[in-house]
């Protein structure tokens, strides 16, 4: 872990947030590349689970909202974490990472649990006497219950059918930890699946189904996957069921997506608080009915931080060490490296002129420093898939080699059918 933390830092992935005021404990910047791997692992999941189904729909809702609306979920009453504190070193842990009774840093005496809730605060308003106190949301999915009328109006979708969310959640959380698994502001990708109450146990299935097989779908290692079931006296006050998918980290497992059925808690609640009526015409029994909800809510930063632990190796290669980064070529962030042989004779300059060619295609890098051999190494370090290497034969017909990360095999082709080949191994596309 220590080592992928390094790598992270030195090659621009992710960041200490405000780090040169000693940074924000539970807060984090991605970099040039983390900010690619991102955006590929976001772009990959809506692709997979929105773009190309005709049951599913996008939402991009406020951050923050009503107070109210936190008050009819249930967070307001119920969200909290119970704490512990140590009397000798006055630390503060939540009683749930805490294995017996005594202080996991010093063994001291630990006080009685008591409730904190979680959730961060904030004020909407021009003066301190008017301004009104609400939330940063702790979770997407409660716009999707609030604007669940509108989308129904606005789109005619018909049952089954899910409204899926990509966007920032904030928790004010007691000990963030392990980079970035634990953090007070994070990124989730959540999808509430409306279906009839008699049809949830089926798709609760499919979408287990559906789950697991996009983890394998970007990469991760089905041997380091798992599922965990929530036994029913821990579920979450508006579950009926949960199950997580958990991926073994260096620091032991933990979950990277919960797959719920929520029932008809959320719609029933806020109908009762906004006294908005919330129910849906089914057609087929010619009734109105609250649909019963199935939740499969993904976090993107800790599926991040699985995607690079499961990426990183390191193997010896004619006496050295050979650090790569083995992502899938659908999420990494550079998908392929212009490196000129030579910066003499023409090269240099033919080969930025092909890389500005194949930069509009897709995320491209260019170096001309160092021998080919150490360029190379760089480009493994950051996951890049494949190198294209332009030689003295390139100036006489064309041709240029191309060479794939994990093999290091190399295979020569011409300039004109890099683009399609590089592409069709990247893309998000399944056949």
């Given amino acids: 872990m220590d080592k992928l933390v390094s790598l992270c830092k030195r090659k621009g992935f992710i960041y200490q947030s405000s780090g040169i005021y000693g940074g924000v404990n539970g807060c984090w910047d991605f970099g040039p590349l983390g900010v690619e791997l991102k955006r590929n692992i976001k772009d990959d999941w809506w692709y997979n689970f929105v773009r190309t189904r005709e049951d599913m729909v996008g939402l991009d809702a406020s951050i923050i909202m009503h107070p109210q609306v936190w008050v009819a979920s249930g967070h307001v009453e119920a969200f909290h974490d119970m704490l512990v504190d140590c009397k000798e070193c006055k630390k503060r842990f939540r009683q749930d990472h805490v294995e017996g009774d005594r202080c996991p840093e010093c063994g001291g005496e630990l006080t009685e649990p008591k409730a904190f809730n979680s959730m961060l605060r904030t004020r909407l308003g021009v003066s301190d006497d008017t301004a009104v106190e609400t939330y940063l949301r702790p979770e997407t999915c409660q716009a999707i219950f609030v604007d669940f009328k509108e989308v129904c109006s606005s789109t005619r979708v018909k049952l089954p059918f899910g409204i899926a969310q990509v966007g920032k959640s904030f928790r004010n959380e007691v000990n963030p930890r392990n980079f970035i698994f634990r953090s007070r502001e994070f990124e989730q990708m959540e999808i509430e699946f409306f279906c009839r109450q008699e049809e949830e146990e089926d798709w609760f299935a499919q979408w287990q189904e559906d789950i697991w097989s996009w983890f394998l779908a970007i990469g991760i290692s089905e041997s380091k996957l798992r599922w965990y ?47 908005k009526d919330l129910s849906y015409f089914d057609q087929e029994k010619n009734e109105h009915i609250v649909p019963t909800v199935i939740e499969p809510s993904a976090g993107v930063d800790r599926t991040a931080l699985a995607v690079l632990c499961d990426a990183y190796d390191e193997e010896e290669v004619k006496g050295e060490t050979r ?9 990494a962030p550079i998908k392929a490296a212009v490196l000129p042989l030579v910066k003499k004779d023409g090269l240099a300059e033919l080969g930025e002129e092909f890389e500005r060619k194949l930069r509009k295609k897709f995320p491209t890098y260019y170096d001309h420093a160092g021998a080919i051999g150490r360029r190379y190494r760089r480009m493994d370090e950051v996951g890049t898939p494949f190198c294209i290497c332009l030689d003295y034969e390139t100036k006489e017909n064309g041709t240029v080699t191309v060479r794939e990360r994990d093999s290091m095999e190399q295979s020569r082709m011409h300039m004109d059918e890099v683009a399609a080949f590089v592409q069709q191994r990247t893309s998000f596309e399944r056949d």
């Fill in 229 to 275: 079931e929530h036994p029913k006296e821990s579920l979450a006050h508006y579950s009926k069921r949960t199950v997580d998918v958990e991926y073994e980290f260096p620091f032991g497992w933990g979950e990277l997506q919960g797959l719920a059925n929520r029932g008809s808690y959320d719609l029933t609640q806020h109908s009762k608080h906004s006294g």
């Fill in 323 to 331: 650090v790569v980064m083995r992502f899938h070529p659908r999420i």
